[in-house]
Structures are given as C-alpha cells and as structure tokens.
Nanobody, 125 residues
Framework: QVQLVESGGGLVPAGDSLRLPCAASGGTRRSYVMAWFRQAAGKEREFVAGISGSGDKEDYADSVKGRCTISRENTKNTVYLQMNSLKPEDTAGYYC??????????????????WGQGTQVTVSS
C-alpha cells in the first residue's frame, strides 16, 4: 500500500513562495506519473501540475503556468511543487497523487491510484 504525505503548506502573504514536498512510501515500483491537485472551499478538486516517472515531462494548469514548477527526486521518492508569486486565489488544500499505470490524460482525477491527505495553503492579500 502506497502512502503519500504532503507538507510545506502554511499562511503566506501574496507574492511569497512556498515549496510543497510529497513523500511516497510503501511501494516497490516507481510511479508512472505524479501530480499535484488543489481544492478550494466549495470548489471541485483541480489539476495543478503533473510530472512523468522519469521527470522529463511536465504539465501545468494555465492558472499556475510560469509561477509553479513540479519536480521529483526518485532516489528520495519525493515530488515537489515550487510555487512563486502566490496569489489569494491560490488558497486551497493541495493534494499529491500517484499513478502506477500508463496515463494518457494526467489532469483527470480518475487516473490516479493513490492520494495524500493534503496540506493547506492560504495566501493573504
């Protein structure tokens, strides 16, 4: 059973940066794709960024493109989301997800096999 644990969230002023790590444990295979999603109060969970198993392909939602960078360290079984120039509309719970089979559409929640419990990011104006 794979476990994903996010950390790094907090309350920050607009314009600040945060780095969210997600540590994976309990698996014997490397994931095909890992991703970050977020869910604001009263809204559906939405795709933020995804990265391939080898780390050579990254995808971003238009709302964060240019401000966020996803990366992974396979030796540490950890994926990171670096968020810069944070805005109040970035306020949400941020969730890490992992897929252990080939994924065509990495923005779909349904393709992911495991999810973390989330870490809250609150950006004040």
């Amino acid at each position: 059973q794979v476990q994903l644990v996010e950390s790094g969230g907090g309350l920050v002023p607009a314009g600040d940066s945060l780095r969210l790590p997600c540590a994976a444990s309990g698996g014997t295979r490397r994931s095909y794709v890992m991703a970050w999603f977020r869910q604001a109060a009263g809204k559906e969970r939405e795709f933020v960024a995804g990265i391939s198993g080898s780390g050579d392909k990254e995808d971003y939602a238009d709302s964060v493109k240019g401000r966020c960078t996803i990366s992974r360290e396979n030796t540490k079984n950890t994926v990171y989301l670096q968020m810069n120039s944070l805005k109040p509309e970035d306020t949400a719970g941020y969730y890490c997800a992992a897929a252990f089979s080939p994924v065509r559409n990495n923005w779909l929640r349904s393709v992911y096999d495991y999810w973390g419990q989330g870490t809250q990011v609150t950006v004040s104006s």
